[in-house]
């Protein structure tokens, strides 16, 4: 079992940053993918970044890209998503989950087993 706590939500003013954590409790192994998604309300949870454990590699979807940044901290269980040049069009929550099994760049809610409880993220005007 992957327990997955994310910190680090907030208010933010458009065009400011803030960085989230999800700190793990329980060893992620080398082929896992950690992943940020986001709910905003009325809407479906949306996949943000990801990033594979074992090299690093990440990817993101479109409208974030050049804006927020996953990396991760072995050491530390940790993977962290960097939000630059907020827009109130990112006020969501926040999701951190694992992807334990083998799949290639999961992007899906199905794609990901263990979930985080979510951050609140509020970009105003």
């Known amino acids: 079992q992957l327990q997955l706590v994310e910190s680090g939500g907030g208010l933010v003013q458009a065009g400011g940053s803030l960085r989230l954590s999800c700190a793990a409790a329980g060893r992620i192994g080398s082929r896992y993918t950690m992943g940020w998604f986001r709910q905003a309300p009325g809407k479906e949870r949306e996949f943000v970044a990801a990033i594979n454990w074992s090299d690093a590699s990440s990817y993101q979807t479109d409208s974030v890209k050049g804006r927020f940044t996953i990396s991760k901290d072995n050491a530390k269980n940790t993977v962290y998503l960097q939000m630059n040049v907020l827009k109130q069009e990112d006020t969501a929550v926040y999701y951190c989950?694992?992807?334990?099994?083998?799949?290639?760049?999961?992007?899906?809610?199905?794609?990901?087993?263990?979930w985080g409880q979510g951050t609140q993220v509020t970009v105003t005007s």
């Open positions: 989950a694992a992807s334990v099994f083998p799949r290639t760049w999961p992007r899906s809610v199905s794609g990901f087993d263990f």
